[in-house]
């Protein structure tokens, strides 16, 4: 039933093969930067590559700060503690999402609250959240609390779906309003930009990931953005155990935290900075192949970027037209040589997560039942 599409995308690819969902590619001075960490013996703690990287992605984001940690949920469970959320506080975000963003909270001993996405981003509702706002949230000395369970809720955490980005202007709004902080869940969406600002610019602090799916990547890796200079230096402090500067002398002046990227996989970030532009450029032309594919395909509708946004294309999604045919597409391809996915089973259907408040999540579970997603690498040769 579904041959036609297992076919396509075969020959999207150029194999007969399996087709991953993301591979990453190497294209360029990966080798080369790696092999120079190895011949000075730079892998580690010390070496330029880490400094390299951070100013490559803060001058390609508009960031006026961006910290390299080990990976992408060390970055967002660094950030929750950078914008002040403390043990029992509430944090709103969205169900649909990878568990990283809802584990970050948790290690801090806040609680996720779900609120819906839009169904056209895929990424947290200015509207749902507005309507949660507006019924549960009173604001007392500047805070915000939930009424119904007196606890604080300090910020939110959306995220931009497979590298889609969301509302941000209605969010950033919205938090205002409400005495919330943002911080961006980015970790899909490096390469992505709303209303011609890159994604993680808008939060007070952001978190990209360069784990081996990603657009890019570090083997693993994570990056915290800021606009708050300070920020980003109290940022690197922590995140390199609060040592004290000095030439010899060990002194740290409060908990800190290993969170620092090794220089080797630095080096492999830089090299793949250098080629970020032709990779999404190149996702965005597979999506585009993808979108014409589609349009003659009926019952099945291609997902197409946010309008005055330019997405990265991480992950393409198709959108199936229930329960049902999204079972028999991700069976019919997987046993042909195509991986497809479902998304992540929603935050709230984790034993770790069932006892949070929701707002219904009326569109979550709308596109839970539909959501496909399909490969995406860039196609770009070696
Ligand atoms: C939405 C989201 N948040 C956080 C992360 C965590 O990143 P990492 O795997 O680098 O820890 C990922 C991906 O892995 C992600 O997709």
Not at 2 to 29: M, R, W
């Amino acid at each position: 039933m579904y041959k036609n599409i297992v076919d396509f995308i075969h020959q999207l690819y150029q194999t007969d093969e399996f087709v991953p969902l993301h591979a990453p590619l190497f294209i360029g001075n990966e080798k080369k930067y790696m092999n120079e960490c190895i011949d000075t013996t730079f892998v580690s703690s010390v070496g330029k590559f880490v400094d390299r990287f951070e100013e490559m992605v803060a001058a390609y984001t508009g960031a006026k700060k961006a910290v390299v940690c080990v990976s992408g949920t060390n970055a967002l469970h660094m950030a929750m503690m950078l914008v002040g959320v403390q043990r029992d506080d509430e944090v709103l975000t969205q169900a649909l999402t990878f568990i990283a963003t809802c584990n970050a909270i948790s290690y801090i001993g806040a609680h996720p609250v779900f609120i819906d996405v839009d169904r056209n981003t895929m990424g947290l509702s200015p509207d749902a959240m507005k309507a949660w706002l507006v019924k549960n949230a009173e604001i007392k000395n500047d805070q915000c609390y939930n009424k119904r369970t007196g606890r604080r809720v300090k910020a939110c955490v959306p995220m931009h779906t497979f590298g889609h980005p969301t509302k941000l202007d209605e969010l950033v709004a919205l938090c205002h309003e409400y005495h919330l902080e943002l911080v961006e869940d980015a970790a899909e969406s490096m390469g992505s930009f709303y209303k011609g600002r890159h994604t993680g610019t808008f939060g007070r602090v952001s978190a990209i990931s360069f784990n081996g799916n990603k657009t890019i990547t570090t083997g693993g890796g994570g990056m915290l953005l800021f606009q708050d200079e300070e920020l980003g230096n109290l940022a690197k402090h922590l995140t390199t155990q609060a040592k004290v500067p000095h030439r010899w002398d060990f002194v740290h002046d409060q908990i800190g935290y290993n969170y620092r990227m090794p220089n080797i996989n630095a080096a492999l970030g830089c090299a793949q900075m250098e080629n970020l532009e032709r990779y999404v450029e190149n996702k965005r032309a597979t999506a585009n192949e993808y979108n014409n594919f589609f349009a003659d395909i009926p019952n099945i509708d291609f997902f197409t970027e946010p309008i005055e946004c330019r997405s990265n294309y991480w992950l393409n999604v198709v959108l199936l037209q229930d329960r049902h045919s999204q079972q028999d597409f991700l069976a019919f391809t997987n046993d042909h040589g195509v991986m497809t996915r479902p998304v992540w089973q929603l935050m709230n259907k984790l034993d770790m997560f069932k006892h949070c408040e929701t707002d219904g999540l009326v569109n979550t579970c709308w596109l839970e039942e539909r959501v496909v997603n399909i490969p995406s690498s860039a196609r770009l040769k070696v």
